[in-house]
């Protein structure tokens, strides 16, 4: 299985601050990328959406999109937030796969 691409605009990245533009994604993607940030000690992690009249699959005024961003701190002196960043992929890739064996094992079992 194929994940669907997801373009990534990196403009910041050093151990005390990421900050990164998801041009496309929503709420979905941010908000669960957020949760797994926030669960890491010393991280503090915000994203920003604008209105969806001003988001790109509206096209109402392309000039004006503005992508969606996010703000990944680490405010403790040992954290870093490009490892938190790591980290918290890591964690959702493995939620995921959780979750695809869990439904996997329910279907396999409702046919039999």
């Not at 680490?74 to 959702?92: C, F, P, Q």
Request: glycine content about 4%; charged content about 40%; some cysteine.
């Amino acid at each position: 299985m194929k994940l669907p691409e997801v373009e990534v605009v990196v403009k910041k990245y050093d151990k005390d601050e990421v900050l990164l533009e998801l041009p496309g994604e929503d709420h979905t993607l941010c908000n669960l990328l957020r949760w797994a940030l926030n669960r890491q000690d010393g991280i503090i992690a915000t994203y920003r959406i604008e209105h969806p009249i001003l988001g790109k699959e509206h096209k109402v005024d392309e000039e004006r999109y503005v992508p969606p961003k996010m703000r990944i701190r680490a405010v403790d002196e040992d954290a870093d937030a490009r490892e938190a960043l790591e980290r918290a992929i890591e964690e959702l890739l493995e939620l995921v796969e959780e979750a695809k064996e869990e439904f996997s094992g329910a279907l396999e079992e409702k046919e039999s």
